[in-house]
């Protein structure tokens, strides 16, 4: 996981107060340092070192200071990003890094900066999808940035139009809470949706010792709520040109998840719950789709709440829903939700550890 650029302290005590590694494993933390000079035993401490990479900007490369710490934190089990101008294979060595950060906002090294150092490297701020694909191109291997939203924008040719009304059809089926026997008609006219939905309810996730071959015994086993979540998100994985599952898939689980952790976390109860959940992953519907938002919630029977959430970010759910959209809400808008720092931290964390599990089991 990469974290934007914040004060180090506060973030370094932000992981080790919810026990961060528990719930983001078995992915790293790439820490940014903006000092690190303040990071000392105390601060170490609190950290897991096979699991914590250091973003040390270039220029402290040169630090006589920095260079023997960073020696101990190679030597600790802690590995270094190098970062920003003048980061490349002479100063990596001098700070004892392996691969390198960039931000892709700015100008891309070139092959002879990367092709030294083992990786993998990072790159972050990618804008969009043309951006991504040059920095493949490089060998960089870690991505992080909007282009996923990007993308999705810039898909001007929307799903053909009978395809489109099968998802439709299903999103509205699941909205009204449809029995069994009704979900299983538009399940077997999508041949992606049908494969991702029997290999998701195979997989080690829900541990069924015979294989589930049928719509109907994966529809019982899986149970009506854990069903209708996970198609819900199981529209995002709908196969692309290039075989990949859709890059919306991570961010739709995320925004979901947190949605419905925030409403347990301020005591909502079970169909609360549920109704969050939805607000957050139908949420990318109109990118998803090609479609204004408008036209796909005129086609759902979707609750008052969740409507008004996702046309006007309005009522308890739209206020929650404008939060999990902004990277970094600010402490006013925490406020005037009623939500104070340490809920919002855990609620994310619970989100993204729920986005692991999706994207390791589709």
């Not at 790439?30 to 040390?56: C, K, M, N, S, Y």
């Not at 030597?75 to 990003?81: M, N, S, T, V």
């Not at 041949?191 to 294989?211: D, Q, W």
């Not at 925490?334 to 986005?355: K, V």
Request: proline share 6%; charged share 20%; net charge negative.
């Amino acid at each position: 996981m990469h974290v934007a650029q914040p004060s180090t302290a506060p973030l370094l005590t932000a992981l080790a107060a919810a026990d961060a590694y528990a719930f983001l494993a078995p992915l790293d933390c790439i820490i940014p340092l903006a000092d690190p000079h303040g990071v000392d035993e105390a601060v170490l401490a609190q950290l897991a070192p096979r699991r914590t990479i250091f973003r040390l900007p270039a220029h402290f490369a040169s630090d006589k200071q920095i260079q023997k710490k960073s020696q101990q934190w190679r030597d600790a089990g802690y590995r270094i990003l190098l970062d920003g101008p003048g980061a490349g294979p002479v100063a990596a060595a001098q700070v004892e890094a392996r691969a390198l950060a960039i931000d892709a906002a700015g100008e891309l090294p070139g092959l002879h900066q990367l092709l030294p150092l083992p990786g993998p490297h990072l790159a972050y701020n990618i804008g969009d999808a043309q951006r991504l694909a040059s920095l493949q191109e490089l060998g960089v291997s870690w991505f992080a940035g909007d282009y996923a939203l990007q993308h999705a924008r810039q898909q001007s040719e929307p799903e053909d139009a009978t395809s489109r009304k099968r998802l439709l059809a299903l999103l509205g089926l699941l909205a009204r809470d449809a029995d069994a026997h009704e979900l299983e008609v538009p399940l077997k006219r999508d041949p992606a949706l049908s494969y991702h939905l029997l290999k998701l309810v195979n997989s080690a996730a829900f541990g069924f010792t015979a294989p589930i071959t049928g719509f109907s015994q994966a529809i019982t086993l899986l149970g009506r709520r854990q069903l209708q979540r996970w198609l819900q998100l199981l529209l995002y994985a709908r196969q692309q040109d290039d075989g990949k599952i859709h890059a919306l898939l991570p961010l739709a689980a995320v925004r979901a998840a947190q949605m419905e952790a925030l409403c347990q976390l301020r005591g909502g109860d079970r169909d609360a719950q549920d109704l969050a959940f939805m607000a957050g992953v139908f949420s990318l519907l109109d990118l998803l789709l090609g479609m204004p938002m408008e036209e796909i919630i005129a086609t759902l029977n979707l609750a008052p709440a969740v409507s008004a959430a996702l046309l006007e970010r309005s009522g308890e759910l739209g206020t929650l829903l404008a939060l999990v959209e902004s990277a970094a809400p600010p402490p006013d808008s925490l406020r005037h939700a009623g939500i104070d720092g340490e809920t919002y931290w855990r609620s994310l964390l619970q989100a993204y550890q729920w986005a692991i599990q999706v994207s390791r089991n589709l």
